[in-house]
């Protein structure tokens, strides 16, 4: 039997909720699957932060290093200003622990109602590699004369040759291994980010000769934008830098039918990963009962095939396409026609 160790942040707003129906899930699919699962909660959020001023500490972080994996609500408050929850857990966690990859997969499932007219059920199938620890996110930057009529403010991006070279040979890597159209898009913007996206072109192109299966191919961020709309049956997988991967997977996740279904992975290969939906804590919704919990059960089957679990992973996809084609009127908080639990009960009983 296969243990695993599992760290659960359910963090602030909605978090919680979906969290509660993503393991309530796990944990049928380990049981069905002979897995035994351990999880962990902890505390890190808003309302910690309210009343103790805790944000992550050091030994906190260093214990999430020896967790088998992470798994993720959301982060932000609407009474802590916007940043100091967001840097302080979750992009400190992604860059301490160095979860360099954040693999976004955009999937039209069968019943969902894609804001695209005459758009069919596997027309939007791809998945976006954002690179996740450098580019505009590093916090690189400052003031000059903050506050005078002469303010300077400076936010640079950072790319380093091996930051950008283990993002692309992941990107190549997955994309063979998805062994779908074998199409690996840049995405970039080489004709006015001329050094960054020079780096990041020139690298892409000398490790395309290693991966001779691969077809390369290029688009400007802002074209991207325009074919993730007229033609997205035409990407396989993108691979882009931080903010525009960021940018392009809330339009991805609008595509695949809301924030409802759209889960991603903070992943570092050769360590632990993280795994969250990235709708975000949607204040509005919390404590309702009407959030969907379906994009926080999917980071839960991203979760188990990063583990290794193959079956157990696709016995939670195939139970989320089900719920998704036969049991809701729509992905979106509120007009589900059922509750946030009776989805996570949907979900669990198809396993
Ligand atoms: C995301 C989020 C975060 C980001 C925010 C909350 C810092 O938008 O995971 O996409 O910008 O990366
Ligand atoms: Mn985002």
């Known amino acids: 039997m296969s243990n695993y160790d599992i760290a659960v942040i359910p963090g602030d707003g909605t978090g919680p909720e979906v969290i509660a129906e993503g393991i309530k899930v796990l944990k049928k699919a380990a049981q069905k699957f002979d897995l035994n699962i351990d999880f962990t909660e902890y505390d890190f959020g808003g309302d910690r932060y309210l009343q103790t001023g805790e944000i992550l500490s050091k030994s906190e972080i260093e214990e999430m290093k020896t967790k088998d994996a992470i798994y993720l609500g959301a982060i932000g408050h609407p009474d802590v200003k916007p940043g100091v929850l967001e840097k302080g857990i979750l992009l400190k966690l992604r860059f301490e622990l ?28 791809f ?36 930051g950008v070279e283990r993002c692309l040979r992941y990107a190549f890597e997955y994309c063979r291994r998805r062994d779908k159209e074998k199409m690996l898009t840049l995405c970039g913007k080489t004709n006015v980010l001329t050094y960054a996206f020079d780096l990041w072109e020139r690298t892409f192109n000398e490790l395309a000769s290693e991966y001779p299966g691969v077809t390369t191919d290029y ?38 039918g809301g924030m409802g279904i759209a889960a991603g992975g903070n992943i570092n290969p050769e360590g632990v990963s993280m795994f969250e939906p990235i709708g975000g804590s949607a204040p509005k919704y ?34 989320v396409k089900k719920v998704v084609k036969e049991d809701l009127k729509s992905l979106s908080a509120g007009k589900m026609g059922c509750s946030t639990s009776e989805v996570g009960d949907l979900v669990k009983d198809y396993i």
């Open 219 to 256: 688009a400007h961020v802002d074209a991207t934008t325009m074919w993730m709309i007229k033609n997205p049956e035409y990407f396989d997988v993108i691979v882009t830098d931080n903010m525009f991967g960021d940018i392009i997977t809330d339009l991805g996740a609008v595509l695949q």
């Open 127 to 162: 998945v976006v590699v954002r690179e996740n620890t450098e580019g505009l996110y590093t916090g690189s930057g400052g003031f000059l004369k903050k506050g005078t009529p002469d303010e300077v403010a400076v936010q640079e991006s950072i790319n380093t040759r091996k």
């Open 98 to 125: 160095d979860l360099y990859i954040n693999l976004r997969p955009i999937t039209l499932y069968e019943g969902v109602e894609s804001p695209l007219k005459n758009t069919e059920p596997g027309a939007i199938d």
């Open 286 to 319: 919390t404590g309702q009962g009407t959030i969907n919990p379906l994009a926080a059960i999917a980071a839960g089957h991203m979760m188990l095939s990063e583990l290794g679990e193959t079956e157990a992973a696709a016995a939670v996809k195939e139970a």
